[in-house]
């Protein structure tokens, strides 16, 4: 049998073991068949699971560590957030009772101060997110493909960040109790000042902070504008550096997603079911983060992700499973609806 670019599969695995054993002395897994056409997808297998820090990584891989440690306990209190709806809502209906008033003040100080610490997270992360594009970006290695097989263990970080991304406006979409809250603290805390109340609540957040949180919130994606963002001011701030090399790793990583869920041999390699939703979940999020860095966006012709591909490799899923990610492409991509974007992929998305 022949391979994709006419190589037979025997001088494949042939060069496939080889380079194994290389990559495995570097800690770097499953080095599975080299590029040598630029048109031809990356094809490697991106250790989702396992991937260690080499020692060149080692610095930046625990300076993101340190954050992404507290990703999950930050998703675990998002999900938990039940809101102060019934408290607020009585003590709107009843203005002149002083002891409905005060029981929603006492119920929303401390989901405020919840609020802010998930604001104070997206900080962190933007920051994380820095530290890995500017290795994954560097001239260490010629093209992102090198970049993301040599340091697999800041792939896996960079992906755990989407996926956290996307996880978490998952959550805050169809939260609406947090951006009540919020405005009901502040109407709250404005009325006190005028009345020169002291608010015991207010050293929580001071007015600055306040309104820089409530913009985060106002975000239909909060984390997702966070990282664009972020990716956006890394490009501007690295004027020495192309903008294809921050591009190209995101569109880079979208194609090892791609490629890796539609393989049976690499899909096979999986050991928990969890990693095909989080390979999903970091393509979708790449794509969108493309889609906002790059000038003309994801869905253009010259657009380096094949975006047909990627929705079929959505659309082959169980449907439930995929409908919020098919939502995330639909309703928080930039350019899905230009002019220049493809029929057939609108439609797809329909």
């Given at each position: 049998t022949v391979g994709t670019s006419g190589v037979?599969?025997?001088?494949?695995?042939?060069?496939?073991?080889?380079?194994?054993?290389?990559?495995?002395?570097?800690?770097?897994?499953?080095?599975?068949?080299?590029?040598t056409d630029l048109e031809q997808e990356p094809n490697f297998f991106l250790d989702f699971e396992n991937a260690q820090p080499t020692?060149?990584?080692?610095?930046?891989?625990?300076?993101?560590?340190?954050?992404?440690?507290?990703?999950?306990?930050?998703?675990d209190e998002l999900q938990a957030y039940k809101g102060a709806g019934p408290d607020i809502r009585e003590a709107i209906q009843n203005p002149n009772d002083e002891a409905l008033q005060e029981k929603a003040w006492a119920a929303v100080v401390p989901l405020v101060g919840k609020l802010k610490k998930f604001y104070e997270f997206s900080q962190r992360l933007e920051a994380a997110l820095h530290s890995?594009?500017?290795?994954?970006?560097?001239?260490?290695?010629?093209?992102?493909?090198?970049?993301?097989?040599?340091?697999?263990?800041?792939?896996?970080?960079?992906?755990?960040?989407?996926?956290?991304?996307?996880?978490?406006?998952?959550?805050?979409?169809?939260?609406?109790?947090?951006?009540?809250?919020?405005?009901?603290?502040r109407r709250t805390l404005s009325r006190m000042r005028i009345n020169n109340v002291p608010a015991e609540g207010e050293n929580e957040v001071n007015n600055e902070l306040a309104n820089r949180i409530s913009l985060f919130y106002a975000d239909a994606t909060p984390m997702l504008k966070t990282l664009s963002d972020g990716t956006t001011k890394f490009v501007s701030e690295n004027k020495n550096l192309p903008i294809e090399n921050t591009t190209d790793c995101l569109s880079t990583m979208a194609s090892?997603?791609?490629?890796?869920?539609?393989t049976p041999e690499y899909r096979s390699r999986f050991t928990s079911e969890d990693t095909v939703s989080f390979c999903l979940r970091v393509m979708v999020g790449v794509i969108i983060l493309y889609?906002?860095?790059?000038?003309?966006?994801?869905?253009?012709?010259?657009?380096?992700?094949?975006?047909?591909?990627?929705?079929?490799?959505?659309?082959?899923?169980?449907?439930?499973?995929?409908?919020?990610?098919?939502?995330?492409?639909?309703?928080?991509?930039?350019?899905?609806?230009?002019?220049?974007?493809?029929?057939?992929?609108?439609?797809?998305?329909?």
């Open positions: 037979s599969l025997s001088s494949y695995r042939h060069q496939s073991s080889e380079a194994e054993r290389e990559y495995h002395n570097m800690g770097n897994l499953l080095k599975v068949l080299t590029c020692e060149a990584e080692r610095e930046i891989w625990e300076e993101v560590d340190v954050v992404l440690k507290d990703a999950k306990a930050i998703l890995l594009l500017g290795a994954l970006t560097s001239e260490t290695y010629s093209d992102p493909t090198q970049h993301l097989e040599r340091e697999q263990a800041l792939a896996r970080q960079f992906a755990e960040i989407l996926h956290f991304t996307l996880r978490f406006d998952e959550l805050k979409m169809t939260n609406p109790a947090i951006q009540n809250d919020f405005s009901y603290y090892v997603c791609k490629v890796m869920l539609e889609d906002y860095v790059h000038p003309v966006g994801a869905f253009a012709k010259s657009s380096k992700i094949d975006m047909k591909g990627c929705i079929k490799v959505l659309k082959d899923q169980p449907p439930n499973s995929v409908e919020g990610l098919l939502n995330a492409l639909r309703y928080t991509t930039k350019h899905l609806n230009d002019e220049s974007t493809n029929k057939t992929i609108k439609s797809m998305l329909q």
